[in-house]
């Protein structure tokens, strides 16, 4: 699998930026990925140090792509086990887009810890001319995609994911055996 904890800045505000699971950075020409895995658009209105708004779209490049929320159940019957998810990703059941907005005014805000423990991502989807998937690669997102920064001229995402590029719905992960290589330390992933 490929694992890696990211908190990168967004190379460029109001267009849609393709990401490389399998790369772990950017696509070309802000990065050295080629694959479209997800595609992130964030827009920004920003007044002041205490009144921003910042809104975040990530889309897919295949129809069948998508991600999902992890149930809040798969995560408590693991029976003490070190691991959040289920051994396995659902089939069926993904989105093809998500959006989150981070805002703060001088009197309020929606800033704060997210419900979210974490989705199924599915990727590089291909189907048959019955609409039926005939090939997917499966992931999943150890949390939320959080929004860096957001009062910043530069605000950017952070996640941390892990990618299964085998097409199948396999989700373990062995930590010693990552596929991305040469990570520096905060961005190596240290749980299963």
């Not at 205490?50 to 991600?67: I, M, Q, S």
């Not at 887009?97 to 005014?105: E, Q, Y």
């Not at 001319?129 to 530069?154: P, R």
């Amino acid at each position: 699998m490929y694992a890696k904890n990211v908190d990168i800045k967004m190379p460029a505000m109001n267009q849609p930026i393709g990401f490389d699971l399998t790369a772990g950075d950017w696509v070309q020409p802000f990065g050295k990925g080629t694959t479209s895995d997800f595609i992130f658009t964030m827009s920004q209105t920003l007044n002041g140090p205490r009144d921003f708004n910042v809104k975040l779209l990530l889309a897919f490049t295949n129809e069948g792509d998508g991600l999902q929320v992890a149930p809040q159940s798969s995560w408590q019957t693991q029976g003490g086990s070190r691991l959040k998810f289920p051994h396995n990703a659902p089939q069926v059941g993904y989105k093809g887009n998500w959006t989150t907005t981070l805002w703060h005014t001088l009197t309020s805000s929606n800033e704060g810890a997210s419900n979210v423990m974490g989705y199924f991502i599915r990727v590089r989807t291909s189907k048959n001319a019955l609409g039926e998937v005939q090939s997917a690669d499966y992931g999943k997102i150890n949390g939320d995609f959080c929004i860096m920064g957001a009062a910043t001229l530069h605000p950017g995402i952070s996640f941390t994911y892990y990618f299964n590029p085998t097409g199948t719905t396999n989700l373990e992960f062995d930590t010693t055996k990552n596929l991305l290589k040469n990570l520096q330390f905060l961005e190596q992933v240290q749980y299963p």
